[in-house]
């Protein structure tokens, strides 16, 4: 079964500032999705970035980009010039390509401080 | 409207009672997804439908719990005898096509057992 875990249940980071926030994953399949997701205090899971598993290059969108590191198993979020508004629970996913269901991380709780 | 509506936004229920929790999905998405999400935890796959055909309810946690979509749009997530432990907020999500890569989520609905 895959598994998705993120490793650090808070962070915290100043306006302005990078943070990076961590996750892996295990599975045995090759064609894949990897996905972060940003959950403010409304509830609504809102996508952030997306990889998908057979492009070497990493994402980018905006502030995030991700580290995307295949062999390990590895896929973080970085988040530049950080803003009050980027304050929320962050949560890796995974799913197969063909797949049906995503499978996310426990969350990493952001804080940012003005 | 624009987006995934889900209904109602919150509901307290006696133990023992039968709850119906609403999705309106986006017009014209085929696929609709549901996920449990308990208090500080990631959020888990409940089940699926491509258009009114439930694909896989794998997730959905006893017999007490079942999900439909008669006409391949709304869908109702029902929960009989409510227990406790069912306390969590129940996302739904619809994407256009068949895939879980372009989904887009509702708020949720918080449900409270006491």
């Known amino acids: 079964a895959q598994t998705v875990t993120q490793s650090q249940p808070e962070m915290s980071v100043q306006e302005a500032e990078t943070v990076t926030l961590s996750c892996t994953y295990d599975?045995?399949?090759?064609?894949?999705?990897l996905f972060w997701y940003k959950q403010p205090p409304s509830r609504q899971m809102i996508l952030v970035i997306r990889?998908?598993?057979?492009?070497?290059q990493n994402a980018t969108e905006n502030r995030f980009s991700v580290n995307f590191q295949k062999a390990a198993k590895s896929f973080s979020l970085k988040i530049s010039d950080s803003q009050l508004g980027d304050a929320a629970m962050y949560f890796c996913?995974?799913?197969?390509?063909?797949?049906?269901?995503?499978?996310f991380g426990e969350g990493t709780q952001l804080t940012v401080n003005p | 409207g624009a987006g995934v509506s889900q209904s109602p936004r919150y509901k307290v229920a006696k133990r023992g009672q039968d709850v119906a929790l609403r999705c309106d999905p986006i017009?014209?998405?085929?696929?609709l997804f549901w996920y449990q999400q308990a208090l500080g935890q990631g959020p888990e796959f409940l089940t699926y439908?491509?258009?009114?055909?439930?694909?896989?309810k794998s997730g959905l946690p006893s017999d007490r719990f079942f999900a439909e979509r008669p006409e391949g749009s709304v869908s109702t997530l029902k929960i009989q005898r409510t227990q406790q432990e069912d306390s969590a907020v129940y996302l739904c999500?619809?994407?256009?096509?068949?895939?879980?890569?372009?989904?887009?989520f509702g708020q949720g609905t918080r449900l409270t057992v006491v």
């Open positions: 999500a619809s994407s256009p096509d068949l895939l879980h890569t372009e989904a887009f």
């Open positions: 599975t045995s399949e090759s064609d894949y999705y």
């Open positions: 990889q998908e598993a057979y492009k070497q």
């Open positions: 996913a995974y799913i197969e390509t063909s797949g049906s269901r995503l499978t």
């Open positions: 017009s014209g998405h085929v696929s």
């Open positions: 439908f491509q258009n009114e055909a439930q694909l896989d």
